[in-house]
């Protein structure tokens, strides 16, 4: 089942920034990311906290999905490709990170150490996608 439309995510200009989407693709987005505030605003327990990520994830999900069904030939396989720089890159990170966590902090600072590791993942991830991206579309 899927919500969101394709044009909601297409490009005005395809040479422009990721942020040239129509108002109905940003609408979408600013209620996917709503429910997570909605969420942290209600009751905490596993059945709030499991539905509200399940929508979540739910709505990120079908905007990933229709957003590539707007992408023509060219673009679809800058995307592969970046999505191939980006699962290297996270690789890497994950593996050098977890050998950092291991050797340099003890049993109370891990979780705090697992919390950087996930978060310089998630950035790094992104980077490394974005900038590939960005020099595709430069090349082309």
Sequence with gaps: MVIAKPEWFKKKNRASSIFDI????????????????????LP??????TI???????????????SLKSLDE???MHYAIAMR?????????????????????NGTDIKTGL????MI??????LINNITRHKLEKEN
């Excluded at 720089?85 to 902090?105: C, D, E, H, P, Y």
């Excluded at 993942?121 to 992104?126: E, F, L, P, Q």
């Design 22 to 41: 129509p108002l109905k693709g940003w609408i979408y987005n600013i209620i996917a990311m709503s429910v997570i505030f909605i969420g942290v605003m």
């Design 74 to 76: 060219r673009e679809h």
């Design 121 to 126: 993942t998630a950035v790094g991830g992104a």
């Design 85 to 105: 720089n980006m699962a290297w890159g996270v690789l890497i990170i994950m593996i050098t990170g977890s050998i950092i966590l291991i050797n340099n902090f």
């Design 115 to 118: 919390y950087i590791l996930i």
């Design 52 to 66: 509200v990520a399940g929508v979540f994830l739910f709505l990120i999900m079908d905007e990933n999905i229709v």
């Design 44 to 49: 905490q327990n596993i059945i709030t906290e």
